[in-house]
């Protein structure tokens, strides 16, 4: 048998799963342990604690769930919920309407505002349905943070104002799973009920951890809920968790990799990780613009700092690009989701990050559109980004204690 090979790294620039840095692979590289044997807390302990910082949270309880982002989604609306109950959320993306697709299989009442893909959470359109509830019928907003298939964040403290200012009590659900690390996320701030995320985007690891935040309100909520729960039973996760361990075999090596990967985020100092993927989404925004093409985000005010969803010219099928991407140069782009598929392309720019990668995707992109058929000049979008980089202040070297 013949193996294939390709020589060099191959390049990964989904928006998900994310590079691991090597010292996060090395920290998941140890032995079985036994889950139940006291020392475990060691390990879960520092995990659990090293995750509030990143959720902006001191007074919510973190949960851990074998699964993945959809795992926590799960998780927020079964463990706080009741069937019947009216939700109120914006679908204006892949992941916001396959969360709204999830809350009504499982029984809920969706009301839903349907916007541009391209646009954000339509943070008056909620302010006017909240004020319009005078029975005080929604039960939760759902906010998808960062709409990874369109490259948008949205506004939730600006949401969360908008239920202040009707007085209105529905929990507040947010979707983080392809912000939470990367950019700022405040659950506390701004007051999110239930925040979730996964181990594989922002937070450079492997996938297989759905994560769950729940706010004091939440925890109460739960009391009330009766959807039917089992393996995403929070309270008897968070009762395992106070103990120490889990309700069932826990991914041990995850939670080494993921105790790595937070002292990362720490050495580097969150707001400098924030800061980091702000400098390197201007680039690439300007070397998109540079070679004429559009994102798929409306508005630059809106883009997000971690994804972005590219336009291809209108004879350009951005399937070809990707696959040109992938087969010739070894790189991999985010496909077009849903309406998407074939007209845009995405480039993830979350995580283990540094200008020499985005000069990479900009660089392959360039090569992967010309050779699609598209128009555009080599080098251009390299030479925007390069400016937009070569503008900065050199960043510090960084250092970490070893374990
Ligand atoms: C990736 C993603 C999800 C789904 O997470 P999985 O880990 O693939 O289950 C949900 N929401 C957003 C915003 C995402 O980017």
């Not at 048998?1 to 590289?29: C, E, S, W, Y």
């Not at 968790?241 to 985020?265: E, N, V």
């Not at 809106?302 to 951005?318: E, G, K, L, M």
Request: neutral net charge; hydrophobic residues 50%; contains cysteine.
């Amino acid at each position: 048998m013949q193996t294939k090979f390709r020589t060099g790294t191959a390049h990964l620039f989904i928006p998900g799963p994310t590079n691991v840095p090597a010292d996060v692979q090395r920290a998941m590289i140890v032995p079985m342990q036994d889950h139940r044997a006291p020392d475990f807390a060691d390990l879960l302990g520092p995990v659990l604690d090293g995750l509030k910082p990143v959720f902006g949270t001191r007074g919510g309880r973190i949960a851990l769930f074998p699964g993945s982002g959809t795992a926590a989604w799960e998780a927020a609306i079964t463990n706080t919920l009741c069937p019947g109950d009216k939700v109120l959320m914006a679908r204006h993306g892949q992941f916001s309407d396959l969360w709204a697709q999830m809350a009504q299989a499982l029984g809920l009442r969706v009301e839903a505002i349907d916007v541009a893909w391209g646009a954000p959470c339509p943070v008056t359109e909620i302010a006017r349905r909240l004020g319009a509830d005078r029975m005080g019928e929604i039960r939760a907003v759902f906010v998808t943070h960062n709409e990874t298939a369109t490259g948008v964040t949205s506004d939730v403290a600006g949401v969360r104002h908008a239920l202040d200012s009707c007085f209105h009590d529905a929990l507040l659900f947010v979707d983080g799973v392809s912000s939470i690390g990367s950019i700022p996320f405040e659950m506390d701030a701004w007051g999110v009920d239930l925040a979730i995320a996964g181990s594989q985007k922002g937070l450079m690891c492997p996938a297989g951890l759905g994560i769950l935040a729940a706010s004091p309100r939440a925890l109460d909520a739960m009391a009330t809920s009766t959807m039917p729960r089992s393996f995403l039973d929070l309270r008897a996760m968070l009762g395992a968790h106070d103990a120490g361990s889990f309700c069932f075999t826990p991914p041990a090596q995850l939670l080494h990799g993921l105790r790595a990967a937070l002292a990362r985020l720490r050495a580097e100092g969150l707001d400098a990780v924030y800061a980091r993927h702000h400098r390197l989404a201007t680039g690439i925004r300007a070397g998109i613009g540079a070679l004429g093409l559009q994102t798929v985000a409306e508005h630059p005010l809106f883009a997000s700092d971690t994804v972005t969803a590219i336009r291809t010219p209108q004879d350009v099928d951005a399937r070809e690009v990707i696959a040109i991407a992938r087969d010739r140069y070894n790189t991999h782009f985010g496909a077009g989701l849903g309406p998407l598929a074939g007209r845009a392309f995405r480039i993830g720019h979350l995580g283990d990050l540094n200008e020499g990668m985005c000069l990479t995707a900009l660089g392959i992109a360039e090569l992967s559109l010309k050779a699609a058929g598209a128009r555009v000049d080599l080098g251009a979008g390299l030479a925007a980004a390069q400016a937009v980089f070569a503008a900065q202040p050199l960043a510090p070297a960084l250092s970490i204690a070893a374990e």
